[in-house]
């Protein structure tokens, strides 16, 4: 048994989508979340960046004494993870690439994939690898798609730009016969509802954040880590900078209320 909080970070509010779904499945446990408002989007950002941005965010997490991380960012589990969990021996370390690779392989049928990230996620080969390892015979369709990232952070998830957002980008992904679509940007979730009503009921859409709860449940529980808090867990978000709409799209995301405190994350 273990009451220390979890600590879960990203971006800025893309991460709210993975902790919507560990609320679900572990809804006593005690969370910390960091969203990196300052300096979003991490998408088109150096692996070098990413690292440095992930390491004081790990380490200011570190000081609530958490007992795992998980990196509710993919453009950081697609470049950073060995590295980060180099530099936190310490800390158990859980991403979103793997769970959203499993998801998809029990997704797709006809082994046609889209894949819609970040530029720093797509170039990465993160996924396709694993795929590719999984099933040789898995073709990947891959489309970079960063102005979601700032329409999912305005709130602009369905609305008309939204909608013309979604048929530029993935027009010619769709034309490939896929038959999943990995949402491989915790951003994308926001914007699912337009999604899925582009690309039409015979597409799958993965979201890689159901299965990442189930493997930090998976892992809690084996490791006798689990909390024995009676209710609800405290749940605390922190961003870096004062970014007006968190409060608004973490109602949205999550049906309450919840106020973000600022942190200095440069010092750490
Ligand atoms: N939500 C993040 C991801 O999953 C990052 C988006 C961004 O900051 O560009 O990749």
Redesign the pocket.
């Known amino acids: 048994m273990d009451n220390r909080p979890i600590g879960v970070f ?3 509010v ?2 709210l989508t993975v902790v919507k779904q560990i609320i679900k499945v572990l809804p006593q446990e005690n969370l910390v979340y960091f969203g990196d408002t300052a300096r ?5 950002k150096s692996k070098s960046t990413v690292t440095k941005f992930s390491e004081q965010i790990i380490r200011f997490l570190k000081t609530k004494d958490v007992k795992a991380i998980v990196i509710a ?4 589990s697609s470049n950073c993870y060995e590295s980060l969990s180099e530099t936190f021996p310490e800390l158990p370390i859980i991403e ?1 690439v793997t769970p959203g690779v499993e998801s998809c392989l029990e997704a797709t049928k006809n082994k046609r994939v889209g894949l819609i ?2 530029q ?2 797509v170039t990465s080969g993160a996924y396709e690898r694993r795929l590719k390892n999984a099933d040789s015979e898995i073709q990947v369709f891959k489309k970079a798609c ?1 102005l979601f ?1 700032p329409l999912a952070e305005e709130g602009w998830t369905n609305n008309e730009v939204a909608k013309l957002t979604v048929k530029e980008y993935l027009s010619d992904l769709i034309e490939n016969d896929v038959d999943s679509v990995i949402l ?4 994308y979730p926001l914007l699912k509802a337009c999604i899925g009503e582009f690309v039409g009921e015979r597409v799958t859409i993965v979201d890689p954040a159901k299965a990442t709860a189930f493997k930090l449940k998976n892992f809690l529980k084996s490791n006798d880590m689990l909390t024995d808090n009676a209710g609800e867990g405290v749940r605390e978000f922190y961003v870096s900078d004062e970014y007006a709409n968190f409060d608004k799209i973490c109602k949205q995301v999550l049906k309450y209320t919840c106020k973000a405190e600022k942190v200095d994350i440069e010092k750490y």
């Open positions: 990203d971006s800025g893309g991460g979003v989007p991490y998408g088109a960012c993919n453009t950081v979103v990230a970040t720093g996620t960063p990232v491989g940007c915790t951003h």
